[in-house]
């Protein structure tokens, strides 16, 4: 396996919106397996491409750390269809190392995505997991969880956003 760099707040990759993925092959597979293995070295529970400087529309998410009987997987190509109640959770971001802040989100999703080996699956989710994704597919649109806090809560936070946007810039 191999660790990939995760770029931080200020690159300007983190503020565009990723491509469809085309080809389901094994330049993929490995691509997900490195993504993986980075974010459990780093102590994430997701990870989207553009986190690592990929403009591909794909993210992980270690579902290991939300029930212990399912494993790491990948969304490629994914898309909310549907989304219900609403719910506040604290949320950080490994491109924003040390910021937290709670997030209001839809509870509930009923989300298409495709698999690695490239089949197309619907199904609902919810809870954190339904959290995290949405999470990670911000990121697919260059969308960061601090654009989703409160604008008083995002001011109190700006000095600590700058030093990391200029301690990785």
């Not at 300007?12 to 980075?38: C, G, H, W, Y």
């Not at 986190?51 to 290991?64: A, C, E, G, T």
Request: proline share 5%; net charge negative; with cysteine.
């Amino acid at each position: 396996m191999t660790l990939i760099p995760i770029i931080k707040i200020g690159h300007p990759s983190l503020r565009q919106t990723a491509n469809p993925v085309e080809k389901f092959d094994q330049e993929l597979t490995t691509l997900v397996d490195n993504m993986i293995e980075t974010m459990r070295i780093n102590e994430g529970i997701g990870l989207a491409a553009p986190q690592v400087n990929i403009m591909l529309r794909f993210f992980v998410i270690d579902k290991k750390l939300i029930n212990e009987e399912w494993e790491a997987q990948a969304y490629i190509n994914p898309e909310i269809i549907d989304a219900r109640g609403l719910d506040s959770y604290e949320e950080g971001c490994l491109s924003i190392p040390g910021i937290r802040a709670e997030v209001d989100r839809p509870f509930m999703i009923w989300v298409k995505y495709q698999t690695i080996e490239g089949k197309t699956i619907e199904e609902e989710l919810e809870g954190l997991l339904a959290r995290v994704f949405q999470h990670e597919y911000d990121h697919l649109d260059g969308i960061l969880f601090i654009d989703r806090i409160p604008f008083i809560r995002k001011k109190m936070l700006e000095s600590q956003i700058k030093e990391i946007e200029g301690a990785f810039s």
